[in-house]
């Protein structure tokens, strides 16, 4: 019987995979689909964004366009006035390539696609939505197969993980259950329709490697997690043979482990380029007194109170409102090492730079110049103020006296043309093994241990894997690469900067 001229797609996302992860787990039971495609040279490192975030990366991988294009530059953005606001991708303004599928009669299932959290408002499209918040589905078959499979999107179970209530065990129990939902709802939604393109992204790889990358047992918690994954790897790509389709898949950033968090505000503060308010530079003076915890521990709760959830749904001028209640009248600081501090505790009318937002191997740093209420810096003075902390910061050394910052990125230059944000000036990479912390400081040293969430921290590169009837170019692939590289597939132009990686 002769094969199907007919093109179908398969589409597999894989938060924060990295490629030596992949190698690293290649001999070990359940990881066969993996090691095919490393085997045969089908799979390869995939260049995220700057920084490698999740919130930037995927939109990027739906669209073709650069985070200052599509808006998403992570999960924040910083304000005039120095309120944080979150920021979602918005798929409405911003289609993704499977729209352009829908246009042009193509049917598409799409399952989970993470940082896509709103409806279509087109046809075509069986859709459930993705991470951070909660799963929705636009029809009832999969509202019913969302009952059926207990399902409401990945299991929210970081807070437990966090504060040691939920083991790293347990932690890997429920995402292997969670991704093997995932899977049985897709499986059942392709063998009752003939889909063009199926889409399925699974999100708990990176929570997973958060909280244990780092630990001695890593593999006993990650493997499971993967082998679950490729199950669902082997029947797409056993189906794909047999429809004569391709599959891909993607990650939108890699992973590492972390042996140590270098403290960048601290740095800052330390050198003079950023200033604590008074009230809250004596209380940290005087942390060790009794009573000085209490303001600090209501505030914190109050910061903490789900970032995703309270937070987000508060109108801008109420997160204004809310900040400034708690930077002016609960400025304390921990009895602690170290106090967990938040952009309200700086004075900028003295500061000269700030980091915010990332806070990560990746830092964002911004110059506090008239783009800010309280902006210091003059236009003559901001190269001065970039080249200073560039050449101090690169002087800065690790515990063991190695060199701690692997590079810089003119961050200006990166979003350039971006109207939706301000964007930072500098990208600043630390070295392989250390992240960065924007929040927590101590006058007494510029290092601490990463914290449980912390385990595990992002790296630039993601992946890019491919099996089926045409040759993919993966070398030197970007996250800009693959919406061109999908629709072009069904011979549709992208018109973005990114290129198509089909080998013609």
């Known amino acids: 019987m002769a094969r199907s001229t007919r093109k179908k797609l398969y589409l597999i996302g894989i938060d924060a995979a990295p490629l030596w992860l992949l190698e690293e787990l290649k001999d070990k039971k359940g990881m066969e689909p993996f090691s095919k495609l490393l085997l045969r040279g089908q799979i390869g490192n995939l260049e995220s964004t700057l920084p490698p975030m999740t ?42 390539f499977w729209k352009a599928f829908a246009d042009r009669g193509l049917k598409s299932l799409v399952i989970t696609p993470a940082t896509n959290i709103t409806l279509p408002e087109f046809g075509n499209i069986d859709f459930i939505s993705g991470f951070p918040l909660r799963s929705r589905a636009n029809s009832e ?59 399925v992204c699974f999100t708990e790889t990176d929570r997973i490697q958060h909280f244990t990358l780092g630990t001695r047992e890593k593999w006993d918690y990650i493997l499971p997690v993967y082998a679950e994954i490729a199950k669902f790897i082997a029947y797409i790509e056993e189906r794909a043979r047999k429809e004569n389709a391709l599959m891909v898949i993607v990650s939108d950033h ?25 009230s809250v530079a004596k209380s940290i003076g005087a942390a060790s007194k009794p009573g000085a915890p209490a303001s600090y521990e209501l505030r ?27 930077g002016k009248f609960l400025a304390n600081a921990s009895s602690g090492e170290y106090t967990r501090l938040h952009i309200f505790d700086f ?47 690169g002087e800065a050394r690790s515990k063991d006296g190695e060199k701690l910052i692997a590079g810089f990125e003119d961050a200006a230059d990166y979003y350039r043309g ?66 061109p590289t999908m629709l072009a597939y069904f011979g549709i132009k992208s018109g973005t900067k990114g290129r198509s990686l089909l080998s013609l």
């Not at 807070?159 to 040691?164: C, L, S, Y």
């Not at 042996?259 to 330390?270: D, S, V």
């Not at 008239?370 to 810096?377: A, H």
């Open 55 to 96: 919130g930037s990366a995927w939109p990027t991988i739906y669209t073709g366009l650069s985070p200052a294009e599509h808006g998403t530059p992570d999960f924040f953005v910083i304000k005039k006035d120095y309120v944080k606001d979150v920021v979602y991708y918005n798929s409405n303004a911003h289609p993704p």
């Open 141 to 199: 078959r999969l509202r019913k197969l969302m009952s059926k499979h207990g399902f409401d999107g990945e299991p929210e179970i970081e807070k437990g993980m966090a504060e040691g209530k939920i083991s790293n065990s347990a932690a890997s129990q429920a995402y292997v259950k969670s991704v093997a939902n995932r899977s049985g709802m897709a499986k059942e939604m392709i063998e009752e329709n003939d889909y063009d393109f199926v889409y």
């Open 254 to 278: 890699g992973a590492q482990p972390m042996r140590e968090k270098f403290l960048l505000n601290g740095w800052l503060i330390e050198n003079g380029f950023l200033v604590l308010k008074e």
């Open 300 to 326: 914190e709760k109050l910061m903490r109170s789900g970032l995703r959830k309270t937070y987000d749904k508060m109108p801008y001028q109420v997160k204004k409102v809310t900040t400034g209640f708690v």
């Open 347 to 393: 004075d900028m009318k003295k500061s000269m730079a700030f980091a915010e937002v990332s806070n990560g191997p990746f830092a964002t740093l911004w110059i506090n110049d008239k783009r800010f209420s309280s902006g210091i810096v003059k236009d003559s003075e901001r190269g001065k103020v970039i080249s200073d902390i560039k050449r101090k910061l």
């Open 418 to 483: 971006a109207k939706t944000f301000i964007p930072p000036d500098l990208f600043i990479e630390i070295r392989k093994g250390y992240t960065m912390d924007i929040f927590n400081y101590s006058p007494k040293t510029l290092f601490m241990k990463p914290e449980h969430a912390k385990s595990g921290d992002h790296i630039r590169n993601g992946i890019i894997g491919y099996s089926g009837p045409v040759k993919l170019n993966i070398g030197h692939a970007s996250v800009l690469d693959i919406a």
